[in-house]
C-alpha cells in the first residue's frame, strides 16, 4: 500500500482528507531487483515545500528504513536492513540505483545496537545535514556565538549540540516553552528562548552577547528577519531551510543581510556519499558515548502517516517524528 496526495494543500498544515492510499500489485522479482518491508517512514518539513510544485495526485514520497525480504540482488540480501528514499509505503520493490530525486543508493545504516528509527533522523539525512551543513559552511571557531533556529527539531537540536561541543555560546529558538526548558536543562544551549514569545528578536539576543558569528537557519522568515540583523562582520549563514514559508505563494523575503557575511543555501546531496556515511559513522560515536542526544517520537501504524506529517508541522513535537508501520 502507499499514500498519494489527493488534493492540493489548501494551508501551511494540509488535512488528513487530502491523502489518500492505492494498493499495489507486484509482479516476481526480476533482474537485480528486492523486496523491502518497511519498519518506520519519515516524516519531514521538505515533504510540505516539494507538495505545491506537484500536480496532484502523486505518491507521497519520503525516507524509510526496513528489512529485504525477497531480494535477486546479492549486494542487498535478506534480512539486510536498508535506507531508501521508496515514499511512504509498506513494501517497496527497489534495484539498487540511486533514485531520481535525490541520487540516493539504498543503504545499510549499521545502527548497532542503537535504535533503527534513527537512522531517518541523528543517523540519516538529517544527521547529514546537520553536520556537515554547520561544519562545512559556518566553519565554527572555539568562542563563536552560533545561534540556531527550529532549534529542537530533528537537524537544529544536533547543529547545537555540535556548538557545544566545538566550544561554542549556542542560542537557540524554539516554538514552546517545553522546548525552551529542554535545549537549555537537556542539551546545554547558553541560551534559548521562545520565538512566539519574543517581542524584540534582535535586542533579545544582543542582550546577551555583541553579535552572532555563525546562523544555521532552518525557518527563514520574519525570525531570520530578526537574527540576521546581529550578524557581527565576516559572520556566516547557513541557509539550511525555510520552514515558515513552506506553502507559501508570497516570495520569501530576503532580509536584509549586513556587510561582509557570507550567507550560504545548501542541500545535504551536495556532499559525497563518502562524506555523507563518515558523517553518519561521527554521529554514531558521538551518540554511543552520550555526547549527543536525539530525541524522537514514534507514531504507531502506516494510516497515522498525515497526521504525524500534520503534528511535525505544527510544531507539536521535539526532535524527530517517525511513524512505526
Ligand atoms: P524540524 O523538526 O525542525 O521541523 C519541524 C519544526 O519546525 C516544528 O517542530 C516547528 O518547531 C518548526 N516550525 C514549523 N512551522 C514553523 C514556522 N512557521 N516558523 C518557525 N518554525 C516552524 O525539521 P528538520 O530538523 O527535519 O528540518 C529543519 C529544517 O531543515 C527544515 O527547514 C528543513 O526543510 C531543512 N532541511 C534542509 C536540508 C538540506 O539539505 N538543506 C535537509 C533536511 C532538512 P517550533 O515549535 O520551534 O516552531
Same mark, same amino acid.
Request: proline share 6%; hydrophobic share 40%.
Given at each position: 500500500?502507499?499514500?498519494?496526495?489527493?488534493?492540493?494543500?489548501?494551508?501551511?498544515?494540509?488535512?488528513?482528507?487530502?491523502?489518500g492510499?492505492?494498493?499495489?500489485?507486484?509482479?516476481?522479482?526480476?533482474?537485480d531487483?528486492?523486496?523491502?518491508?518497511?519498519?518506520?517512514? @519519515?516524516?519531514?518539513? /521538505?515533504?510540505?515545500s516539494?507538495?505545491?510544485?506537484?500536480?496532484?495526485?502523486?505518491?507521497?514520497?519520503?525516507?524509510?528504513?526496513?528489512?529485504?525480504?525477497?531480494?535477486?540482488n546479492?549486494?542487498?540480501?535478506?534480512?539486510?536492513?536498508?535506507?531508501?528514499?521508496?515514499?511512504?509505503?509498506?513494501? *517497496?520493490?527497489l534495484?539498487?540505483?540511486?533514485d531520481?530525486?535525490?541520487g540516493?543508493?539504498?543503504y545499510?545504516?549499521?545502527?548497532?545496537?542503537?535504535?533503527l528509527?534513527l537512522?531517518?533522523?541523528?543517523?540519516?539525512?538529517?544527521?547529514?545535514?546537520?553536520?556537515?551543513?554547520?561544519l562545512?559552511?559556518?566553519?565554527?571557531?572555539?568562542?563563536?556565538?552560533? #545561534?540556531?533556529? @527550529?532549534?529542537?527539531?530533528?537537524?537544529?537540536?544536533?547543529?547545537?549540540?555540535?556548538?557545544?561541543?566545538?566550544?561554542?555560546?549556542?542560542?537557540?529558538? *524554539?516554538?514552546?516553552?517545553?522546548?525552551?526548558?529542554?535545549?537549555?536543562?537537556?542539551?546545554?544551549?547558553? /541560551?534559548?528562548?521562545?520565538?512566539?514569545?519574543?517581542k524584540?528578536?534582535?535586542?533579545?539576543?544582543?542582550?546577551?552577547?555583541?553579535?552572532?558569528? #555563525?546562523?544555521?537557519?532552518?525557518?527563514?522568515?520574519e525570525?531570520?528577519?530578526?537574527?540576521?540583523?546581529?550578524?557581527?562582520?565576516?559572520?556566516?549563514?547557513?541557509?539550511c531551510?525555510?520552514?515558515?514559508?513552506?506553502?507559501?505563494?508570497?516570495?520569501?523575503?530576503?532580509?536584509?543581510?549586513?556587510?561582509?557575511?557570507?550567507?550560504?543555501?545548501f542541500?545535504?546531496?551536495?556532499?559525497?556519499?563518502?562524506?555523507?556515511?563518515? *558523517?553518519?559513522?561521527?554521529?554514531?560515536?558521538?551518540?554511543?558515548?552520550? @555526547?549527543?542526544?536525539?530525541?524522537?517520537?514514534?507514531?504507531?501504524g502506516?494510516?497515522?502517516?498525515?497526521?504525524?506529517?500534520?503534528g511535525?508541522?505544527?510544531?507539536?513535537n521535539?526532535g524527530?517524528?517517525?511513524?512505526?508501520?
Open positions: 500500500t502507499k499514500y498519494v496526495v489527493k488534493k492540493p494543500f489548501k494551508d501551511f498544515l494540509p488535512e488528513p482528507e487530502d491523502f492510499t492505492k494498493h499495489e500489485n507486484f509482479d516476481k522479482l526480476k533482474n531487483q528486492f523486496l523491502v518491508k518497511a519498519e518506520y517512514i @519519515s516524516t519531514d518539513p /521538505y515533504l510540505r516539494f507538495a505545491n510544485k506537484r500536480a496532484v495526485p502523486y505518491d507521497q514520497f519520503g525516507f524509510q528504513v526496513g528489512n529485504v525480504v525477497e531480494s535477486l546479492p549486494e542487498y540480501p535478506v534480512k539486510m536492513t536498508v535506507v531508501s528514499h521508496s515514499g511512504w509505503r509498506d513494501y *517497496a520493490v534495484n539498487g540505483q540511486p531520481d530525486m535525490f540516493i543508493k539504498p545499510d545504516p549499521q545502527i548497532g545496537k542503537l535504535p528509527s537512522a531517518l533522523g541523528a543517523l540519516g539525512m538529517p544527521g547529514i545535514t546537520a553536520y556537515l551543513g554547520f562545512e559552511i559556518c566553519k565554527p571557531r572555539t568562542g563563536d556565538v552560533v #545561534c540556531v533556529s @527550529s532549534a529542537a527539531g530533528t537537524v537544529g537540536s544536533l547543529v547545537g549540540q555540535i556548538a557545544k561541543m566545538k566550544g561554542c555560546v549556542v542560542i537557540g529558538f *524554539a516554538g514552546s516553552p517545553e522546548k525552551v526548558q529542554y535545549l537549555r536543562d537537556e542539551l546545554g544551549f547558553n /541560551y534559548a528562548y521562545d520565538y512566539k514569545a519574543v524584540d528578536v534582535k535586542a533579545t539576543i544582543l542582550s546577551v552577547c555583541n553579535g552572532i558569528d #555563525c546562523y544555521f537557519d532552518n525557518v527563514g522568515g525570525l531570520s528577519a530578526g537574527i540576521v540583523q546581529c550578524m557581527k562582520r565576516v559572520g556566516r549563514i547557513a541557509v531551510g525555510s520552514i515558515s514559508t513552506y506553502g507559501s505563494v508570497v516570495d520569501q523575503k530576503m532580509p536584509i543581510i549586513p556587510h561582509n557575511v557570507k550567507v550560504q543555501s542541500s545535504f546531496t551536495q556532499w559525497d556519499w563518502e562524506q555523507q556515511m563518515a *558523517a553518519i559513522q561521527q554521529l554514531k560515536a558521538w551518540m554511543q558515548i552520550g @555526547s549527543i542526544k536525539a530525541k524522537e517520537t514514534v507514531v504507531q502506516f494510516d497515522q502517516l498525515p497526521t504525524a506529517l500534520i511535525l508541522l505544527r510544531g507539536d521535539i524527530k517524528v517517525v511513524v512505526k508501520v
